[in-house]
Structures are given as C-alpha cells and as structure tokens.
C-alpha cells in the first residue's frame, strides 16, 4: 500500500484546509488509517484514526471540535478537514495505514508527510 498526502499549506490562524491521502493497493478499505503530525523538536502525535468502516471517536484533545477525519473506500482516499487552525497545529501531517488488533492500532504504512503551517 501506497499514501501520498497532498493539501497542506500556508493558512492564516482561523482559516480551513482539507488534507486527502490517496492511496494504491486493493487493501485500502481493509486498513484502519490514521493522521499523524510532527512539530519541529516535538514527537509524532496522532490526530485521529479513523477504522476501515469509518468509524472514529478518538481525536487529539488538542484538535477535538475542530478537525475532522473520514474515508471514501470508493476512491481510496482518506481526509481530514481542519478548521479554526492556530499556529499550534502547524506540523508535517503524515497518513499511516494499519490495523487494529484490539490492544492497539499497529501502523505498517506511511506517506511522505504534507506541510502545514498557519500564520498568526
């Protein structure tokens, strides 16, 4: 399986963008996915995982109410919609594929990470 992510860029504190992670292989719809981000000097956080059916209740508390995580199997692509953006959510923003085993999700798969940056 195959992410790239696409989407990021400069926004404003306030503003919206809407990040997609397209994927290749026939397992996409089989696979828990994830959005993952990284600040510079800071770990890789996840943002929210969403389940193969698009189930998701687990966001960050610090994008809770604000950023928006589903699936469209049909076109093999995942999104996360990111609205009422602060300058603490600027970040590399990575995909990740994987599986939830029921301790855990368990990530096989990365893409190559979309920048996000928001001014104030």
């Known amino acids: 399986l195959q992410l790239v992510e696409s989407g990021g860029g400069l926004v404003l504190a306030g503003g919206s963008l809407r990040l997609s992670c397209a994927a290749s292989?026939?397992?996409?719809?089989?696979?828990?996915m994830g959005w993952y981000r990284q600040a510079p000097g800071n770990q890789r956080e996840l943002v929210a995982p969403?389940?193969?059916?698009?189930?998701?209740?687990n966001y960050a508390h610090s994008v809770n109410g604000r950023f928006t995580i589903s699936r469209d199997n049909a076109k093999n692509t995942m999104y996360l919609q990111m609205n009422s953006l602060k300058p603490e959510d600027t970040a590399a923003y990575y995909c990740?594929?994987?599986?939830?085993?029921?301790?855990?999700?368990?990530?096989?798969?990365w893409g190559q990470g979309t920048r996000v940056t928001v001014s104030s």
């Open positions: 292989g026939s397992t996409f719809s089989t696979n828990a």
């Open positions: 969403i389940t193969s059916g698009g189930g998701s209740s």
């Open positions: 990740s594929a994987g599986f939830d085993d029921g301790l855990g999700y368990s990530w096989s798969y």
